[in-house]
C-alpha cells in the first residue's frame, strides 16, 4: 500500500539519552522532512501519564526505553500504523494484543549487529595469538621466548559459530579475508545455505571440539537457557577460547567455571554474563583465564547513528509503499534475542 503525500503524525517515544544517541542531526532532519512530529519527544514515562498525545499518532519512532505497546496502549492510539525501533531486540516493546493489531515493526537489529560482529572478529584474531593469555603473563615479567609452537595463529586453524543469526553472518562475511577454516552449528542452517556461505554444518559437541575459538551467538530464549554445559567446555581443544557476545544466561556459568579452573590452557572471553555485572565475589571476576568485558561489543557512541540512519532509510521504503528491508514478523520475533 502506497502512503500518500499527507506527512503521517510521528512521535518519538524512547529514553531522553538513547534518542540523542541514536538519531543525530542529519536523521532528524530528514525525518522532519518526512513526518508531522507534532509534540515535542516522548518517553515511555510520559506518554503513560498523558495518553491523550497518543490519539493522533500514525508512526512512532523508538529505541531503548521504548514503551510496551499493550491493549491499553493501543487503545489509546486508534492511528497507529508503523513502529521504527532504533535499537536491537524488540521483546520488551511488543505483547500479544500489538501483534493483533496488525501494527507493522522494523528493527535496527542489522545495524546493531556490525560493531558487534568487528568486535568478534578482533577477538577471535588476538584469541588465535593467545593474546589474552600473552598479555597477563607479560604483566608478570613472564611469556618471553619462541612461541611459534604454541599458538594457533591466523592461517587454516578454525573458527566455530553457534547460531547463524545476522551477526554470526555478518562476522562470516569478515571471515572471508582470512584464511580459516569455518564451523557452524545452527539447527536453523539448511545444506543449502551453509554451500552458500561456504561453511561446513556441524553439531555443537563438534564445533567446541574442533574450533580453537568458539564464538557464541545465540538469542537468550526459554529454549536456550542454559544450552551451552561443562562438558562442551571439557571437549575445547588444548589453548582453545571460547567468546560469548550473546547472552549469559545462555551458558551454564558454574559449570563452565569448574572446567575452567582446571583447563588453565583455555581461556573464555565474555562480553556479557549472568547477572550483570557479576557478584562482587564471583569467580568470573577472579580466573585468570576469564577476560570480561562489561557489554561493550553493541553500538557505543557513534556507532548509534548507524541504528538510527537505518530507521530513516527504512521510513522511505515505508513511505513510498516499498517493502521494508529489516521488518519483524510475529513468527521472526519468536527466535530473535
Same mark, same amino acid.
Given at each position: ?18 534518542? =540523542? ?10 525525518? =522532519? ?8 519527544? %516522548?518517553?515511555?514515562? $510520559?506518554?503513560?501519564? @498523558? ?9 512512532? &519512532?523508538?529505541?531503548? *526505553? ?12 486508534? @492511528? ?20 493483533? +493489531?496488525?501494527?507493522v515493526v522494523t528493527s535496527a537489529y542489522a545495524a546493531n549487529a556490525v560493531p558487534v560482529a568487528e568486535y568478534t572478529l578482533a577477538t577471535i584474531l588476538l584469541s588465535m595469538k593467545k593474546f589474552w593469555s600473552f598479555a597477563a603473563q607479560t604483566r608478570v615479567g613472564h611469556g618471553w621466548g619462541d612461541h611459534t609452537r604454541d599458538v594457533p595463529g591466523? &592461517? ?6 553457534? $547460531?547463524?543469526?545476522? /551477526?554470526? !553472518? ?17 539447527? &536453523?542452517? $539448511? ?8 561453511? =561446513?554444518?556441524?553439531?555443537? @559437541?563438534?564445533?567446541?571440539? !574442533?574450533?580453537?575459538? /568458539? ?7 526459554? %529454549?536456550?537457557? *542454559? ?6 567446555? $571439557? ?6 577460547? &571460547? ?6 544466561? #545462555? #551458558?551454564?556459568? @558454574?559449570?563452565?567455571?569448574? #572446567?575452567?579452573? %582446571? ?10 554474563? +549472568?547477572? =550483570? ?13 576469564? #577476560? ?37 514478523? !510475529?513468527? %521472526? ?5
Open positions: 500500500m502506497s502512503i500518500d503525500s499527507k506527512r503521517p503524525k510521528a512521535l518519538f517515544i524512547l529514553q531522553n539519552e538513547a534518542r =540523542e544517541l541514536i538519531y543525530g542531526p542529519q536523521e532528524l532532519d530528514d525525518l =522532519e522532512k518526512l513526518a508531522d512530529f507534532y509534540a515535542p519527544p %516522548q518517553t515511555a514515562d $510520559s506518554v503513560s501519564e @498523558n495518553r491523550t498525545l497518543l490519539a493522533d499518532v500514525e508512526v512512532i &519512532f523508538s529505541g531503548w *526505553g521504548a514503551p510496551h505497546i499493550d491493549e491499553e496502549f493501543l487503545a489509546a492510539a486508534p @492511528n497507529l500504523r508503523a513502529v521504527f525501533y532504533g535499537a536491537g531486540s524488540i521483546r520488551n516493546m511488543v505483547s500479544d494484543a500489538f501483534w493483533s +493489531h496488525g501494527v591466523n &592461517f587454516r586453524s578454525t573458527v566455530g559459530l553457534i $547460531s547463524c543469526g545476522m /551477526v554470526a !553472518r555478518k562476522i562470516l562475511e569478515l571471515l572471508t579475508n582470512f584464511d580459516l577454516q569455518r564451523l557452524v552449528y545452527c539447527p &536453523f542452517l $539448511s545444506d543449502e545455505e551453509a554451500k552458500e556461505l561456504g561453511v =561446513e554444518k556441524a553439531t555443537l @559437541n563438534d564445533v567446541f571440539r !574442533r574450533a580453537d575459538v /568458539v564464538s557464541l551467538h545465540t538469542p537468550d530464549l526459554p %529454549q536456550t537457557r *542454559g544450552m551451552i554445559t561443562g562438558w562442551h567446555f $571439557s571437549l575445547m581443544k588444548k589453548e582453545a577460547t &571460547f567468546i560469548n557476545t550473546a547472552r549469559g544466561a #545462555v #551458558v551454564r556459568e @558454574n559449570e563452565m567455571i569448574e #572446567v575452567l579452573q %582446571q583447563r588453565t590452557d583455555l581461556t573464555a572471553v565474555l562480553d556479557v554474563c +549472568h547477572p =550483570e555485572p557479576p557478584e562482587p565475589d564471583s569467580q568470573l571476576r577472579k580466573l585468570p583465564n576469564i #577476560v570480561l568485558t562489561p557489554h561493550i561489543a553493541g553500538s557505543l557512541g557513534p556507532e548509534c547513528r548507524r541504528m538510527g540512519r537505518y530507521m530513516v532509510d527504512e521510513f522511505q521504503r515505508y513511505l513510498a509503499g516499498e517493502p521494508m528491508k529489516w521488518q519483524i514478523t !510475529r513468527e %521472526q520475533a519468536a527466535k530473535l534475542a
